[in-house]
């Protein structure tokens, strides 16, 4: 009897701190979208600021979000998922793999204004990208790199072993094995913490300050090395600069919504994809893992 209500507790606890989280993001959503809702429109979405940025619309910085983000999660998904393969399949478990992962753990910690400083040293002034989507894109993929890595870790630390030793049983190589076998099984876990990675890459304001955002732009980029106009460089611009602050106000609460509604529509693609392969590799029919 007693460690039955200790159990139901403990649910109890859980469910509360479940049900707090949830309140806590749902007030955050209604307050934005109350706040944003008011400025949204179809010239909202399709026209470049206007007056000093406080009429017309943000596209630009839409489009220069969207490229931010992409190119961080190109640039960083297939180096922390290789990292992860070395890790947890090749390396010896020696002082180097250890020194790898403590730097990874520290690297995760690091604030982001000290990547923005670190890209604006490397990428736009030593190796001369300038202030670019180049430059934002690849400093906004370090930034999300741990948080892919530990991911991916996890991901191929969950695959069962009998998965392994059948495939190397029936001479398939290692290679082999990991590409056939255990990444298709990781994959689920991998675009876990790719989606992770796009909700901070989107979202990030001090990295591409130094590196990529323009204070005002109305056209579009038309290279990675343009520079641009994003949105959450724009809410900050809006609401710390410029002499007509209501009508700024406005358009920033409806950036912070469009910004959210961007976070939610690529992170849906990414669970969509991850819910596919978790069918096919996880819980559901398996597939053929023929070498």
């Given at each position: 009897?007693?460690?039955?209500?200790?159990?139901?507790?403990?649910?109890a606890?859980?469910?509360?701190?479940m049900?707090?989280?949830?309140?806590?993001?749902?007030?955050?959503?209604?307050f934005?979208?109350?706040?944003g809702?008011?400025?949204?429109?179809?010239?909202?979405?399709?026209?470049?600021?206007l007056n000093?940025?406080?009429?017309g619309?943000v596209?630009?910085?839409i489009?220069?979000t969207f490229?931010?983000?992409?190119?961080?999660?190109?640039?960083a998904?297939?180096?922390g998922?290789?990292c992860?393969?070395?890790?947890?399949?090749?390396?010896?478990?020696?002082?180097m793999?250890?020194i790898i992962?403590?730097?990874?753990?520290?690297?995760a910690?690091?604030p982001?204004?000290?990547?923005g400083?670190?890209?604006?040293g490397?990428?736009?002034?030593?190796l001369?990208f300038g202030?670019?989507?180049l430059?934002g894109s690849l400093?906004?993929?370090?930034?999300?790199l741990?948080?892919i890595?530990s991911a991916?870790?996890e991901?191929l630390?969950?695959?069962?072993?009998?998965?392994?030793?059948?495939?190397l049983?029936?001479?398939a190589?290692?290679?082999?094995?990991i590409?056939r076998?255990?990444?298709p099984?990781?994959?689920p876990?991998?675009?876990?913490?790719v989606?992770?990675?796009?909700g901070?890459a989107?979202?990030e304001?001090?990295?591409i300050l130094f590196?990529?955002?323009?204070f005002?732009?109305?056209g579009?980029?038309?290279?990675?090395?343009?520079?641009v106009?994003?949105?959450?460089y724009?809410?900050?611009?809006?609401?710390?600069?410029?002499?007509?602050p209501?009508?700024?106000?406005?358009?920033a609460?409806?950036?912070?919504?469009i910004l959210v509604?961007?976070?939610a529509?690529m992170?849906?693609?990414?669970i969509f994809?991850r819910n596919?392969?978790?069918s096919?590799y996880g819980?559901g029919p398996?597939r053929?893992?023929?070498?």
């Amino acid at each position: 009897m007693k460690n039955k209500i200790i159990q139901a507790c403990g649910f109890a606890l859980l469910s509360a701190c479940m049900i707090i989280t949830a309140l806590f993001l749902a007030g955050i959503i209604y307050f934005i979208a109350v706040n944003g809702r008011q400025a949204l429109s179809w010239q909202f979405l399709t026209a470049p600021p206007l007056n000093g940025m406080s009429a017309g619309g943000v596209a630009p910085a839409i489009v220069g979000t969207f490229y931010l983000t992409m190119g961080s999660v190109i640039f960083a998904l297939p180096l922390g998922v290789g990292c992860a393969v070395y890790l947890q399949e090749y390396s010896a478990g020696g002082r180097m793999s250890d020194i790898i992962r403590v730097a990874v753990n520290n690297l995760a910690g690091v604030p982001s204004v000290v990547f923005g400083l670190f890209g604006l040293g490397i990428f736009v002034k030593f190796l001369g990208f300038g202030v670019s989507i180049l430059s934002g894109s690849l400093t906004l993929g370090i930034l999300i790199l741990p948080g892919i890595i530990s991911a991916s870790q996890e991901a191929l630390l969950a695959v069962p072993v009998s998965f392994k030793e059948a495939s190397l049983a029936i001479g398939a190589t290692k290679w082999q094995t990991i590409k056939r076998i255990i990444l298709p099984c990781a994959l689920p876990g991998i675009l876990t913490g790719v989606i992770l990675g796009i909700g901070r890459a989107a979202g990030e304001t001090a990295p591409i300050l130094f590196t990529a955002a323009a204070f005002y732009k109305r056209g579009y980029p038309n290279s990675l090395f343009s520079e641009v106009m994003a949105l959450p460089y724009h809410i900050y611009a809006l609401m710390t600069e410029g002499v007509n602050p209501e009508k700024q106000t406005a358009i920033a609460y409806g950036c912070a919504l469009i910004l959210v509604a961007m976070v939610a529509l690529m992170s849906s693609l990414a669970i969509f994809i991850r819910n596919k392969y978790r069918s096919a590799y996880g819980n559901g029919p398996r597939r053929n893992y023929n070498a």
